[in-house]
C-alpha cells in the first residue's frame, strides 16, 4: 500500500467565501499576525504546493520568510527552503515568474503534453510527466517516495484545494475567514460544486489572530474500497490510541477498533477487555453498542489496530464472523495476526474471500505493535 505525505490545506476566505476578488492586485486576507503563522508553518513542513492558476494570478516567491526559521531548518538537517511544487496540466507556465528564481528546488508535475510543451519552452525546475492525466495519489507518491516529502502543505487555489478534498487526500484544512467581503461572482471560491464527504469535519482547533479566526477541520468520511483516504488513516490511529487503554494480558492481544459510517460518523468504539471483561475482543466490543441492523453498518468502515479474529478459545463466534453477521462490508487493520495465539489466522484473508473490502496499513503497524510488546513474536 503506497503511503503519501501529510497534506495541510491552508487558504484565507472572505466572509462570503472568496479567496481573492477579481483585480490584478492579489487581495489581502489575512493579518499580519496571520502571514507569520503562515510563515511558521511553512517552515515546518517539507514541501509547498501551489497551482499554476496561483502562479499566474498572484506571481507568489513562497518562501520561509524568517532567518531565524530557516536557520532553524537548516540547524536540524533540512534545506532552508521547503522543496516549491507546482502543478500545470498545460505546462504554460511564465520561465521569468518569481516561483522559479526564489527559495530552493523546485518541481513540476504535469501531463505528457504538458512535459512536451516544457521542453520546448522550460522553466528552471525539475519537470515529472504522469501520464496523460495528472493523478493526485501518483503524485503524492512520488513526493513521498523519491522527494522525500512527508509533511506537504498546499497554498491554493481553489481548484487544487476542491480536488485534494473532494479525492480525499487532504489530512487537514487550516482555513482563515477573514472580516470582510468580496461580493463579485466572477471571484474564485475556496470550494467549487462536485462530490464532497456527505458528514461533518472534525473542527481541531480554533484560534483568534488579530481580526481574523484560524480553522483547523480534519476530514471524517472513510475511504472507498481499497484506496485509502487521509480519515481512514487517521482513524486507524484512533484504534492504535484505543488499543494502548487495554488492561495488559499475557494470553492476549492489546487491540483497539472503531466503526464509522460512511458519512464519518463515529458509531461506537472499542478494546480489548473493555469494562473489566476478560474476554471480550475490541471489535466484538464496539459492535455490541450498536443496534443489529442498523442500516447504517452496510456502508461502515470497521478499524482495528490487529486484523479480525477467525478463530478464538473464549467464545463461539471470532471478529471476523461478527463484522460478516454485522453487514459491515470495509475494514481497515494495521497489522497482520502473527502466530503467537493462533496459527496461520488469516482474518484478511478470510473476510476477502467473504467479499468484504480489506486494506492493511502497515505503516501503523509499529503503533498497533506497541501495547503488545510484552507478548512473545
Ligand atoms: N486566499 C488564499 O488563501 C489563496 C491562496 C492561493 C490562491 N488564491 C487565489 O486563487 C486563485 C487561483 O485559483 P485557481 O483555482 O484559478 O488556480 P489554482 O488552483 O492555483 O491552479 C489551477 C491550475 O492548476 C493546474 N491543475 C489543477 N488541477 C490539475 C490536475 N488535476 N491536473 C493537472 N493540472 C491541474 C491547472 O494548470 P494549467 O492551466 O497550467 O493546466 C489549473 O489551471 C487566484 O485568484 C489566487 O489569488 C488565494
Known amino acids: 500500500m503506497p503511503s503519501y505525505p501529510y497534506v495541510l490545506l491552508s487558504a484565507a476566505v472572505s466572509l462570503d467565501g472568496y479567496l481573492d476578488d477579481t483585480t490584478p492586485e492579489r487581495l489581502l486576507l489575512s493579518s499580519p499576525a496571520d502571514f507569520d503563522r503562515v510563515d511558521e508553518v511553512r517552515a515546518s513542513v517539507d514541501a509547498i504546493l501551489i497551482g499554476a492558476g496561483t502562479i499566474r494570478a498572484d506571481n507568489p516567491r513562497l518562501l520561509v520568510n524568517s532567518a531565524e526559521r530557516r536557520a532553524a531548518r537548516v540547524a536540524s538537517g533540512r534545506p532552508e527552503y521547503p522543496l516549491k511544487v507546482t502543478v500545470s496540466a498545460s505546462g504554460e507556465l511564465d520561465p521569468t515568474a518569481n516561483f522559479w528564481h526564489t527559495g530552493g528546488e523546485k518541481i513540476v508535475y504535469t501531463t505528457e503534453k ?20 495528472l493523478d493526485w495519489r501518483g503524485l503524492l507518491r512520488h513526493l513521498r517516495e523519491v522527494r522525500g516529502v512527508e509533511r506537504l502543505m498546499v497554498e491554493g487555489g481553489g481548484t487544487i484545494h476542491t480536488q485534494l478534498l473532494q479525492q480525499g487526500l487532504a489530512d487537514e484544512l487550516q482555513l482563515v475567514l477573514a472580516p470582510l467581503f468580496v461580493g463579485d461572482p466572477d471571484a474564485p471560491r475556496l470550494f467549487g460544486p462536485g462530490g ?5 469535519l472534525r473542527l481541531l482547533e480554533t484560534r483568534r489572530i488579530e481580526d481574523v479566526v484560524l480553522m483547523r477541520y480534519e476530514p471524517t468520511a472513510p475511504g472507498a474500497g481499497d484506496l485509502p483516504a487521509a480519515a481512514d488513516r487517521h482513524w486507524l490511529a484512533l484504534a492504535c490510541e484505543l488499543a494502548a487503554q487495554c488492561p495488559p494480558s499475557q494470553t492476549a492481544f492489546s487491540v483497539g477498533a472503531v466503526v464509522v459510517a460512511a458519512d464519518g460518523t463515529e458509531l461506537a ?6 469494562d473489566g471483561d476478560p474476554a471480550v475482543h475490541a471489535e466484538e466490543a464496539a459492535l455490541a453498542k450498536i443496534a443489529p441492523g442498523d442500516p447504517r453498518l452496510a456502508s461502515a468502515t470497521v478499524y482495528s489496530s490487529l486484523e479480525p479474529c477467525t478463530r478464538r478459545a473464549s467464545r463461539p463466534v471470532p471478529c471476523a464472523r461478527l463484522i460478516l453477521e454485522a453487514g459491515v462490508r470495509r475494514v481497515v487493520t494495521a497489522w497482520r495476526e502473527p502466530d503467537t495465539f493462533v496459527a496461520g489466522a488469516d482474518g484478511s484473508g478470510m473476510l476477502a474471500g467473504e ?19 510484552h507478548l512473545p513474536d
Not at 116 to 131: K, M, Q, S, T
Not at 357 to 372: F, I, T
Open 114 to 133: 504538458g512535459a512536451e510543451r516544457l521542453r520546448r519552452e522550460p522553466v528552471a525546475a525539475d519537470v515529472v510527466a504522469l501520464g496523460t492525466e
Open 196 to 200: 464532497y464527504q456527505g458528514g461533518r
Open 269 to 274: 468504539r472499542g478494546y480489548s477487555r473493555e
Open 355 to 373: 467479499g468484504v473490502q480489506v486494506v492493511v496499513l502497515p505503516e501503523y503497524e509499529d503503533r498497533a505493535k506497541a501495547p503488545n510488546g
